[in-house]
């Protein structure tokens, strides 16, 4: 996988993965239950929806709302194997390291900090008008 950077970078230019945002309901969520607790979820998402080497319904395993972290692994392209393959040479029909893994919870972490910032800045400007 690239650096967290640079797939946030390359992430930015495709359309469909930069269409993505955090709800005010979705922020409201992530502080309440804070990072650590988001982070345990992202985990668990991972594990559950990618890591096997054969998903169940893989393609469509992930929601595209209903949790922050399932808005993350859409826009970033962590969503699937198909999407993994596509923009990070993770192959498919096999299951994921530890190390991948952990590497897509803190690309998804990653994200979901960047879009707090942005979101709350957002917020603020509307709320100034």
Known sequence: MATVAEALERLSRSRFRSG???SRKDIAYLEEKGPDVIRRHAQDFVRQKLAPADPVNDGKQTPMSG???FKAMHATACCCRGCLEKWYHVPQHRALTEEEQEAVVKLLMAWIGRM???????LKHRELR
């Open 20 to 22: 993505f945002y955090l």
């Open 116 to 122: 707090v910032c942005h979101g709350q800045e957002r």
């Open 67 to 69: 949790h922050p972290v």
